[in-house]
């Protein structure tokens, strides 16, 4: 029983010190098919992440210095890996104004339910939805076409997501509990990744990550995410 | 909502997800015994373990669902509280189903889009067309078709993102209206 | 060995989290004042402002929005341009207070008073949440009760009196409703309005619960209970004859918002706080003569007995009162023909869609008449 449970609290050590990344992804076929309709130029949105901090009991308080934090990391990381891995030119979105503004909150709402139909259905992972995966049409539809004239860009990256980040009580709280046999959860996060045609709205490329040990405010785990994700991005460098 | 994101992602990873078969082609009858028969959207996923008649979407419950409930008259509507009633005219059910909206926190602010007569199946009925924003910002649209008889209610609702995907798949939506008949 | 762990698991979660009392503000703070709890809290609360616009869920008429923000100042002028009122298009009775002094207001719940006193009550009390900082303590309270709560559970402890606080875990706890009332009485009388309008605020909601046949609702689970608040402001306001009500000001200001309410609470089935208003007779000269419409309308949706009656006693004196409101000949056309009064229908029905030609419900009154066989 000892030798068990030192196992446990290795494996769980280990897993404290080191961002375990689950990174899943979907790509629209007919971009497989037809590389050479790979962006070239893509406007990065100031991406929309929610930090929280978990209290010993569960509580979620959202944390604003850390979610400005979490939005630095992930813009600039997407930005700088994309270059840096040949995959195409990436800016950040201009300041917008206020009824630009809000065509781009209506289309992100959309995004995000684009997002987690792709990522529960669009991977084709369930027998059911198999098809899905090469009647692959999920789109935002024309409305952020204007963007391209605005920006130059021929797609836009968006990024979406929550962290969860256990606060130091509830990490004595895990400890703890694993010393009397409890297991209680720990931060989670979620992000997703999307490319979009600008000209009509198609979803080229997702990029998805579910763990339970990334902290966006870190670079250097942000990095390992981007840099990871970006691995699924279609064709040769 | 990204919460909301964050949640799903976690339960659907951790936990069996609902049981979806494809409508096929060949196999898009569907027959609730003694009550009505329709033809499904070939190529649209149904979520076989569900409380509602049908459960369909094309894209995933996100961006686009059908379902079809049948309830008897003394099953009160969850937020008026109301029961309806055979001898109910269209517009009454109209009226009933918008109070039911107007209820719900998230459908409180609507705007009624279309509020008219139709026939399902050759009865008189209501097709009530409406729109309302979520917390995004992101316009919804919902089409409910009903009726009553002597059995109870029954709703047809189409539901899916205003941006492009509700204009999308309503053509789908009325060919299953349309192909709907009531068992003699 | 357990209590070793239990005392140490408590130990850790015992550590101050900053759940000291606050000092009030004395001025209109800016964020850039705050510490980074506070912060967060505020930013938050400017994002769920932005969420509430763009789901569209203010209302943006800039005539009531000015007037609302109008008492308010006048409650907390030195807190001009940080406490803001908007109002929100819901019709339950509510009204809630943000960390960054963003003050919420359902329609629903201005339509129920008869003078601006009343509703600057409310106005006043929702001040003092944020004059007070009370969701900054509030936030550290739940975060340190929900920590007791978890680990008391984990280890199969039962909770002994109410270190869990639930009450505390939605809004404000009792103690902060009380002093927000305190507060907000003396912002009452230094501005100069009616204390004794006060204890009327809290009966007319008392009324509308009672009348609703609903529990105190939500908003109110964790305050005193409103006979607590009707009995100590009547208490307080006892030797009081001063202040002004406001009362012309509000009934010309709000008339359009107090039909629309009706309208809308009718159209969500919630007829039984038609009644109420509209056969208080204090309440119900305030409204136009079409209101006599919005009553039979609520009477049919009752459907008590003798209610079909009292409707069409009230669309009759719509009809006389205000002959050219076309809803209410639909009303009554709808009444005759249930009734099997087809040719009456039928009368009522050409009239509504003369006085209305353009009706969305135009569809629903055709089809009707075209059941009715022609003379």
């Not at chain 1, 040990?213 to 991005?233: G, K, N």
């Not at chain 2, 109070?99 to 719900?104: G, L």
């Not at chain 3, 006048?74 to 943000?98: C, D, K, W």
């Amino acid at each position: 029983m000892l030798r068990v449970w030192c196992a446990v609290i290795a494996i769980t050590l280990s897993s404290l010190t080191a961002p375990a990344i689950a990174a899943m992804s979907a790509v629209n076929p007919a971009l497989m098919q037809n590389l050479d309709a790979r962006p070239k130029n893509v406007v990065v949105l100031p991406p929309q992440v929610f930090v929280y901090e978990l209290s010993a009991g569960g509580v979620p308080t959202r944390m604003g210095e850390w979610e400005a934090l979490a939005r630095s990391n992930l813009g600039s990381a997407a930005i700088r890996l994309a270059g840096e891995a040949g995959l195409f030119t990436a800016r950040p979105a201009p300041d917008f104004g206020p009824e630009e503004q809000a065509l781009i909150d209506a289309h992100l709402g959309l995004y995000e339910r684009v997002a987690q139909s792709v990522f529960v259905y669009g991977r084709g992972e369930q027998s059911a939805w198999a098809h899905k995966k090469n009647e692959f049409d999920y789109t935002l539809g024309p409305g952020l076409a204007f963007l391209r004239e605005r920006t130059g860009a021929d797609s836009a990256l968006i990024v979406l997501g929550s962290d969860f980040i256990s606060s130091d009580g509830r990490k004595a709280l895990f400890f703890a509990g694993l010393a009397m046999g409890m297991i209680m959860p720990l931060g989670q996060s979620f992000l997703a990744l999307g490319v979009v045609d600008l000209r009509n709205g198609d979803v080229q490329w997702m990029g998805f990550d579910a763990s339970s040990r990334l902290d966006t405010r870190q670079p250097e785990h942000v990095e390992e995410l981007i840099r990871t994700l970006y691995q699924s991005w279609p064709g040769p460098r | 909502m990204n919460v909301r994101l964050a949640l799903v992602a976690l339960v659907l990873l951790t936990s069996a997800c609902a049981p979806w078969s494809r409508v096929a082609p060949d196999s898009r009858h569907f027959e609730k015994r003694g009550d009505y028969t329709l033809e499904q959207p070939a190529g649209w996923v149904r979520r076989t373990a569900d409380v509602n008649d049908l459960f369909l979407t094309r894209d995933g419950p996100a961006l686009n669902t059908i379902v079809i409930t049948r309830q008897p008259h003394d099953r009160k509507l969850p937020r008026t509280r109301r029961e309806t009633r055979a001898d109910m005219l269209p517009i009454e059910l109209a009226e009933l189903a918008l109070a039911e909206w107007r209820s719900h926190e998230s459908t409180a602010q609507l705007e009624v889009i279309e509020n008219a007569p139709t026939l399902l199946g050759g009865r008189p009925a209501t097709r009530v067309h409406i729109r309302y924003l979520n917390e995004r910002g992101l316009p919804i649209e919902r089409v409910m078709v009903a009726c009553v008889d002597a059995k109870g209610r029954l709703s047809l609702l189409y539901e899916a993102p205003a941006i492009v995907y509700f204009e999308r798949n309503l053509p789908v939506f009325d060919a299953l209206l349309a192909s709907l008949r009531f068992a003699p | 060995m357990m209590h070793v762990r239990l005392a140490g698991l408590l130990l850790i979660l015992a550590l101050p989290a900053g759940a000291d009392e606050v000092a009030p503000w004395a001025h209109a703070v800016t964020a850039g004042e705050l510490d980074s709890r506070e912060r967060s809290l505020w930013q938050e609360a400017d994002e769920f402002d932005q969420a509430l616009a763009r789901a569209g869920r203010v209302n943006t008429d800039p005539a009531l929005t000015a007037y609302l923000q109008g008492i308010m100042d006048r409650l907390y002028p030195e807190f001009s341009g940080r406490l803001t009122v908007r109002l929100l298009n819901a019709q339950h009775i509510n009204a809630f207070a943000l960390p960054n002094g963003s003050i919420y207001v359902n329609a629903g719940l201005v339509a129920r008073f008869q003078n601006e006193a009343q509703l600057a009550t409310v106005l006043a009390h929702e001040g003092a949440h944020f004059t007070h900082r009370h969701s900054l303590q509030q936030a550290e309270r739940v975060r340190n009760a929900a920590a007791f709560a978890r680990v008391a559970g984990m280890l199969g402890v039962p909770l002994v009196g109410d270190l869990l606080a639930l009450s505390s875990m939605f809004g404000f706890s009792r103690e902060h409703e009380r002093e927000a009332d305190q507060i907000g009485y003396q912002r009452l009388i230094a501005a100069g309005y009616a204390p004794r309008e006060s204890v009327k605020t809290f009966e007319h909601l008392q009324a509308e619960i009672r009348a609703a046949d609903i529990k105190e609702p939500f908003f109110f689970s964790s305050h005193p209970k409103l006979q607590e608040r009707i009995d100590n402001f009547t208490e307080l306001s006892r030797d009081t004859d001063s202040g002004e009500t406001g009362y012309e000001r509000f009934v010309e200001t709000t008339a359009a918002l107090r039909l629309a309410s009706l309208e809308r609470d009718l159209a969500a089935y919630r007829y039984k706080q038609v009644i109420l208003m509209l056969t208080t007779p204090a309440a119900r000269q305030e409204y136009p003569p079409e209101a006599a419409y919005y009553l039979g309308e609520a009477y049919r949706l009752r459907n008590d007995a003798g209610d079909a009656e009292r409707a069409e006693t009230e669309f009759r004196r719509a009809l006389d009162t205000a002959p050219r409101f076309a809803p209410t000949h639909r009303a009554l056309g709808y009444l005759y023909f249930k009734r099997g009064d087809k040719a009456a229908a039928a009368e009522r029905f050409r009239r509504y869609l003369e006085l209305a030609p353009t009706a969305a419900d135009r569809g629903y009154v055709e089809a009707a008449l075209q059941e009715i066989p022609a003379p």
